[in-house]
């Protein structure tokens, strides 16, 4: 039961306007993602660290992650 409620609850959160503009700034940088991904699953999280790190470093980055970890706290998610 608590993992329908999870998975429900990060659905909704996915499809919030915040997380639609993290997917936004994101896919600026799409070739950069995707391969960061494929490192990160291959046991090398280093460029997926720095994406990150360069994503939290902006202002418009740092304001999306912040409220989206409210709203995942608010449906608790953490």
Same mark, same amino acid.
């Given at each position: 039961?608590?993992?329908?409620?999870?998975?429900?609850? =990060?659905?909704?959160?996915? #499809?919030?306007?915040?997380? +639609?503009?993290?997917?936004?700034?994101? +896919?600026?940088?799409?070739?950069? /993602?995707?391969? &960061?991904?494929?490192?990160? &699953?291959?046991?090398?999280?280093?460029?997926?660290?720095? =994406?990150?790190? +360069?994503?939290?470093?902006? #202002?418009?980055?740092?304001?999306? /992650?912040?409220? =989206?970890?409210?709203?995942?706290?608010?449906?608790?998610? +953490?």
């Amino acid at each position: 039961m608590e993992f329908e409620k999870n998975r429900e609850a =990060i659905a909704q959160l996915a #499809k919030s306007s915040d997380a +639609q503009k993290l997917r936004e700034l994101l +896919q600026r940088q799409s070739g950069q /993602v995707k391969q &960061a991904a494929q490192q990160a &699953a291959a046991g090398d999280p280093a460029q997926l660290m720095a =994406i990150m790190d +360069q994503l939290m470093r902006s #202002k418009e980055g740092a304001e999306l /992650v912040d409220r =989206i970890g409210a709203q995942a706290k608010k449906a608790g998610l +953490q």
